[in-house]
């Protein structure tokens, strides 16, 4: 589907976030994007104009910000450690583009064509809940540790308009 860049940014809120013996309660506000060039562009940029061959265009793009709350406790068995956080996820917004139907761009030797849908997605306030596992090895080979998790288990979130989140910010939005 082309070239697609993704990339995700964090910032943990300190405040929020401590810790004591085997339990923690963190909280981090993560952003995603996801953005591409379609497929039609770069055959384009570097094979040139093809002539009366159709081209599928697909445009991807997503933004996503969520701040995740969570509540993790950690165990030693033997010499390795477990641990699970069960987290809320708060939605602060949600826009992506999706294909309503297949489109496409084709040229001939006078003229071009192209036919297209798309619909541009976006939501404000979403509430959700996932679960991150995770293990950990004690130290060995000069202090080598290995580790494993798995985020987001069953992580989802619901994008709805009586979301708390978005009654709050309701009418700052409205009239824009």
Excluded: C
Excluded at 2 to 11: A, R, S, W, Y
Excluded at 143 to 168: K, Y
């Amino acid at each position: 589907s082309g070239l697609v860049l993704n990339t995700e940014f964090n910032i943990p809120i300190p405040i929020i976030s401590f810790s004591y013996k085997n339990w923690a309660i963190t909280s981090s506000s993560h952003t995603y994007t996801e953005i591409g060039m379609p497929t039609l562009l770069l055959d384009f940029i570097f094979f040139g104009n093809a002539i009366n061959e159709k081209m599928n265009f697909e445009l991807p793009l997503a933004l996503q910000s969520v701040q995740e709350t969570g509540v993790t406790y950690s165990s030693k068995f033997k010499s390795i450690h477990f641990g699970a956080t069960a987290k809320h996820i708060l939605g602060y917004y949600y826009t992506g583009i999706d294909m309503v139907d297949s489109a496409f761009f084709m040229t001939d030797t006078s003229a071009f064509e192209g036919k297209g849908g798309f619909l541009l997605k976006q939501g404000i306030g979403g509430s959700g809940f996932g679960l991150d596992v995770g293990i950990l090895t004690e130290p060995f080979l000069d202090g080598w540790q290995v580790g494993m998790s798995a985020t987001n288990i069953f992580g989802d979130i619901t994008w709805s308009e009586d979301s708390a989140f978005r009654v709050l910010l309701e009418e700052s939005v409205q009239g824009v």
